[in-house]
């Protein structure tokens, strides 16, 4: 096989820059994607990534650079422009349409028509066939707002691929799938890479990068660091390349698990929702941290919803410190001082058009009630600590939220609810989209606030990260808890297996 | 299945217990004549709904439509009846003209991004200000041509005639319903509907799209325009005010969601007709005022829209 850089160049970007009021995202980033290579597009969050993306699809302006596709000078005027060029895109915020069916999704723009009406029935024929190769077998005809979001990303996915014929690119595309479909999506990848296809891959899950990509290249504020064949970069070299420091290895690994004894602060009994989730038992102490593992679907995020009163339960009971509670509406929770971030953030968590640090103060203020306002100062004051802590990168506080780069908006939710000091913290995929300094400096923080005393419920998708910081484990599946790990089977094999229901 | 289409079946529901209601009390609403006259007195409403529907789909507002019947009324008068023109000329004339309008407001709506809301509100005003430039004076319309289009009917089995006008309103539907559900631009409109930053992404051609929507509205203005002017053989600068509230009213009561998205064609049609059967209702009743059909339907209206809200509430939490 011959090696990547033998292979013709198909994508030729040079000396892009891009500047946004405030921020200069790109400055002569230079940038080359071979035919049937898997790139992978790295850096912390802000670094430029979905920019350079975006500029390369038309969404924004390029200041200066040029810009090659099979040796033409291109500048596409819009995305549409960018698709009829033969590179299709799945943007980080992988939103499609949720009014529309499953099928029109999928074919929007392209459908199959005749004397100039769509062949509908043509069409969800094409799409059942398009999603049986990601193993999706669904109702394409219903809306696709009524499916979860792991499977609206499977969506995007399918589109994206049917619609590259030369070059794909895929912004953070794996963030709410689970292993079982990211080796799907990964098989698919290399089948279009044999035939040709320029990848394009952005991501922090390090371990993907290392299991299929063939290149990467690196940004760090805007600037290129390098691109190097991956099979020559150590791990620890890429992490430096990154962030521009060393980051020691243990340091997104906690190190002993205790064994938290005392009274829970929070316990649920055969708490549960008709069809929704079967009847479960829960505690968890002060400073202890609880993951919860299964696959998507499973259950995670409905108990996290029943347990913070997103969703009612309809049978068992909740203490808080042994006295029953009442937990029915969200309000409730946040009453009872729990925090909760939830897992789609998108659509569920922030406030596009605020600024950073009204969004970080949001929940703060829900709780204080309207009428007590925050005096601006102390609003400040808040926002700056949560800036610094976590790192959030944002030229100041008052920028509309919306205006900051994937990563750093869920860092800012994050915030939101720390700020809160809630005693009891459910977080849901807490460290998706965020890179890996913020990732270990979030770890940082979980473990500074169970020192502190709170109690932690943490819902993740990655068995190493949950194995890591988890004192125990509940493992779930089919809307089930089937088994509780504590002590040393936290393990990220063994975690597997029981999901596995061997 | 039977959730997505609840709202358009709650509007089918209220039609057919109103249709029940009326007909308890005056046995004659089964009688053709008053089918067929509901159909006609409705039928420029119908026409203007359709194209709204398709506006408020895509998320966004018409309000020049009231004005643009106006205009089109007072510019066949006045071409017609002052000038000489021949009537069919000046249809395809007034057309052109409807059409060049909308897509000029939809244009601007686009290219300057500002709201649909502000730009078609100054549409308004400028077609109507346009008529009084035309005339101040009603000017009836006696053309041939105009007699022997409002005899077109079929009689049907009963007394009912289902006049030209009304079967233009239906196969405007007809053609409305195709369009939307079976084209591409129709899927492109829900599209833009659902979240306009999605429907860039994703390809679909905003500008382009945003600009028919516009005139197919203005389009579909002037061609219930002639209508009216059929059905009252005049032209009058100061006709149809506040037929594009009506209109709206109607499609938001055929289950169109005011926020864009959601909604169907055949619901306008239910919706116009509900508006239609609450005004026959009253006319036979003859002691209540015509504005309780105003009362009847803001009350309807705000009973939709609390439904709407609690639907999509509910919706969101089985998800
Ligand atoms: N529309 C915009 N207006 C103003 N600034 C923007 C805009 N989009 C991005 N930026 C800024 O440009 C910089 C680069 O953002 P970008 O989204 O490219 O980062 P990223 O590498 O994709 O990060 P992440 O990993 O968090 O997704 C950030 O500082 C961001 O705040
Ligand atoms: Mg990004």
Known sequence: MPSVTEQPQLLEIRDLTKGFPGVQALHHVDFTLHAGEIHGLLGENGAGKSTLIKVLTGVFKRDAGTIRLDGDDIAARDPADALALGIGTVYQEVNLLPNLSVAENLFIGRQPHRFGLVRTGEMRRLSEKLLAGYGLDIDVANPLGTYSVAVQQIVAIARAVDLSAKVLILDEPTASLDAQEVETLFGILRDLRSRGIGILFVTHFLDQVYAICDRITVLRNGRLVGSRPIAELPRIALVSMMLGRELAAEALHRNQRKTVTGEPLVTFKDYGKRRLMEPFDLEVRPGEVVGLAGLLGSGRTETAKLVFGIERADSGQAFVDGKPVRIATPRDGARLRFGFTPEDRKTEGIVAELSVRENIILALQAQRGWLRLIPRRKQEEIADRFIKLLDIRTPDAEKPIGLLSGGNQQKALLARWLATEPRFLILDEPTRGIDVGAHAEIIRVIERLCEEGLALLVISSELEEIASYSDRVVVLRDRRHVRELSGSDVSADTIMTTIAGH | ?319
């Open chain 2, 1 to 319: 299945m039977i959730r997505r289409h609840l709202p358009v079946l709650i509007t089918l529901a209220v039609f057919i217990v109103g249709y029940l209601i009326c007909l308890a009390q005056f046995p004659s609403f089964a009688s053709t004549r008053v089918i067929g006259n509901l159909l006609t007195d409705n039928a420029f409403i119908g026409i203007v709904a359709v194209g709204m529907t398709f506006v408020i789909l895509s998320g966004g507002i018409d309000l020049s439509v009231g004005s643009v019947i106006a205009f089109t009324s007072v510019f066949l008068a006045v071409s017609i009846e002052k000038y000489g023109l021949n009537p069919y000329l000046a249809f395809i004339l007034v057309l052109g003209i409807a059409s060049l309008f909308g897509a000029g407001m939809g244009f601007v709506i686009h290219t300057f991004q500002i709201p649909a809301f502000i730009v078609t509100l100054a549409g308004m005003f400028l077609a109507r200000g346009l008529c009084f430039v035309l005339t101040t004076d009603s000017i009836p319309i006696n053309a041939p041509a105009y007699g022997l289009i409002t005899d077109i009917a079929f009689a049907l089995p009963g007394g009912g005639r289902l006049t030209f006008i009304a079967i233009v309103m239906l196969l405007t539907f007809a053609a409305g319903i195709v369009l939307a559900h079976f084209t591409r631009f129709g899927a492109n409109v829900y599209a833009l509907g659902g979240n306009r930053t999605s429907a860039e992404l994703m390809g679909v051609p905003v500008a382009k799209t945003t600009i028919r929507i516009y005139l197919l509205s203005s389009f579909l203005a002037g061609v219930a325009g002639i209508v009216f002017s059929f059905y009252t053989s005049a032209g009058y600068s100061l006709a149809a005010t506040g037929v594009e509230l009506d209109t709206i009213a109607a499609v938001v009561i055929g289950g169109t969601l005011l926020t864009g998205g959601y909604g169907t064609i055949i619901g306008t049609l239910v919706g116009v007709l509900i508006q239609g059967l609450i005004q026959t209702y009253i006319t036979f009743e003859g002691t209540l005022s015509s504005w309780w059909t105003k009362i009847a339907i803001g009350a309807l209206l705000f009973a939709f829209i609390v439904l709407q809200r609690g639907l999509s509430a509910a919706s969101l939490r089985t998800r």
